[in-house]
């Protein structure tokens, strides 16, 4: 079946610093959405893409999808305090899963 | 809108006893999901509805879980009996189509003592 992994499990990093997280598919998806959670809290719908090679900003947030959709990146520039959670894939093929999540910390 | 409501926020509750968790969903989203958060499987698809209807189930750990959507305003997950490693947090989502972006409600913390 569909599987969505993702990585890395942890990262921590030094604010101002950029941060990355990596998604793949071992099935090509219709579309793929991330998803970010705050400690304590719960998913919060970001983006969207939909398109072989799409690539969206939203402020210092980056994402991309690959040209064979079967995988996906975030990329956050100057991270801040702000951006500490769990970021999650969701990855869609007539059925979605989730990846695992990247659970990014911020040192000040 | 208030966006998906879900109740209670915790439920502390003895092994064995019936637990009932309840989910309002957006108005006129026609898709709700049942997830279960836990650290060790992270966010697992229990169930999900179109227009009421229980279209996948196959995510519902055993007999003991079960879940209805008599109205399009409101869903119910059901636990009976409850069991210690039954302990996550159930979210409930709701979407205006199937392959959309999901909103998710707020959870409920389950401890089963």
């Known amino acids: 079946g569909q599987q969505v992994m993702q990585i890395p499990q942890y990262q921590h990093v030094q604010e101002g610093e950029d941060f990355t997280t990596y998604c793949n598919s071992s099935?090509?998806?219709?579309?793929i959405q991330w998803y970010k959670q705050r400690p304590g809290g719960h998913p919060v719908f970001l983006i969207q893409?939909?398109?072989?090679?799409e690539v969206k900003k939203q402020k210092r947030l980056t994402f991309q999808f690959g040209e064979a959709k079967k995988n996906s990146s975030l990329h956050i520039t100057a991270t801040q305090t702000t951006d500490v959670g769990t970021y999650f894939c969701?990855?869609?093929?007539?059925?979605?899963?989730f990846g695992a999540g990247t659970r990014l910390t911020v040192k000040p | 809108d208030a966006g998906v409501i879900q109740s209670p926020r915790h439920e502390v509750t003895e092994m064995g006893q019936e637990v009932t968790l309840r989910c309002k969903p957006i108005?006129?989203?026609?898709?709700l999901f049942w997830y279960r958060q836990t650290m060790m499987r992270g966010l697992e698809l229990l169930i999900y509805?179109?227009?009421?209807?229980?279209?996948?189930d196959s995510g519902m750990p055993e007999d003991r879980f079960s879940a209805k959507m008599p109205n399009a305003s409101f869903s119910t997950l059901k636990i009976q009996p409850s069991e210690p490693r039954d302990s996550a947090v159930y979210f409930c989502a709701s979407s205006l189509v199937r392959t959309g972006g999901y909103t998710f409600g707020s959870g409920t913390r389950l401890t089963v003592v």
């Open positions: 108005s006129g989203h026609d898709y």
């Open positions: 509805f179109n227009n009421n209807v229980p279209i996948d």
């Open positions: 893409l939909v398109k072989s090679g």
């Open positions: 969701a990855g869609n093929n007539n059925d979605m899963r």
């Open positions: 099935t090509t998806l219709s579309n």
